[in-house]
């Protein structure tokens, strides 16, 4: 399992595997996974007749098992609140808790604030994302803020892509605004189109966005090819740094005639933490 933003030596989190809190076989098939995280999930995934067993089931797997992340239900509901009572009371945290719904700022840093571990925003309605960049920097505990563009488009009453293409270009802009790691993609629900979850995940990390939520083992290994540097891309990367190491040079033309400065080389460095070189997943 790895951190907010990665792994203790910061390579990015490519997949956050989601996993119903209610229901501990799987949960253990979860945690075994190639996921880099794994989210036990108290909301969506949960039927409402189930969510006090889902509360206890997620408090023993984190009490008995790796580290993982939490979903809770929305903190201005009754559910919401209990599972934050529930979480604040257990000597065991999770690694971070995805805050649905998330729209205020506030209610948002009070969640931070009892719990104590990263909070990730997931922005699902029209208010959410106009308010991006206060969510971002509500509180330093935010670590990551993505878009739940299921309940997003029919909050919008979009019918197609279209009607998302500029919440999605709203939420890059505001997690690197804010100093966060590139927002991870919404779920991909076709699990047995992995052609076409291989084509959307190219498509949005061209766009800005980086890794994604999976809720089935099998997108793992798509997610995380497409998140693969380009070889050819990791040896630019390799040699730009080692100018930098032996030379010291602020900037400079390579031997391709492009332009080299400050952020290109910060880029070189996230390319060579995201393929193992200055880290690695575990």
Not at 73 to 100: C, F, M, Q, W, Y
Not at 238 to 245: D, G, K, S
Request: glycine residues 10%; negative net charge.
């Amino acid at each position: 399992m790895t951190g907010p933003a990665g792994g203790p030596t910061g390579a990015p989190v490519r997949s956050w595997l989601y996993v119903p809190g209610d229901r501990p076989a799987r949960i253990g098939k979860a945690l075994a996974s190639q996921a880099d995280a794994v989210i036990l999930d108290l909301e969506d995934a949960v039927a409402p007749t189930a969510k006090e067993e889902a509360r206890r089931t997620v408090l023993d797997a984190l009490a008995s098992g790796p580290p993982a992340y939490v979903r809770i239900n929305a903190p201005g509901t009754a559910e919401g609140r209990a599972d934050i009572e529930a979480l604040a009371k257990s000597s065991a945290a999770p690694a971070g808790v995805r805050v649905p719904k998330s729209e205020d700022p506030g209610e948002l840093a009070l969640v931070a604030d009892a719990l104590g571990v990263p909070v990730f925003p997931v922005l699902e309605s029209a208010l959410g994302v106009e308010n991006a960049f206060a969510l971002a920097t509500a509180h330093p505990l935010v670590a990551g803020i993505s878009l739940g563009e299921a309940d997003l488009a029919a909050d919008l009453r979009a019918t197609g892509a279209e009607g998302l293409t500029w919440p999605r270009s709203r939420i890059v802009v505001a997690a690197r605004a804010a100093g966060l790691p590139s927002p991870a993609q919404s779920v991909w629900t076709a699990v047995r189109d992995l052609d076409g979850l291989r084509a959307d995940t190219e498509t949005g990390r061209r766009a800005g966005f980086f890794g994604r939520s999976v809720i089935h083992p099998a997108q793992i290994p798509v997610v995380h090819e497409v998140c693969a540097p380009d070889p050819a891309e990791l040896d630019r990367a390799r040699a730009l740094v080692e100018r930098l190491e032996t030379a010291g040079e602020a900037a400079w033309i390579d031997s391709d005639g492009r332009f080299v400065d400050k952020a290109v080389v910060e880029r070189a460095r996230w390319l060579l933490a995201l393929a193992g070189t200055e880290g690695h997943h575990s």
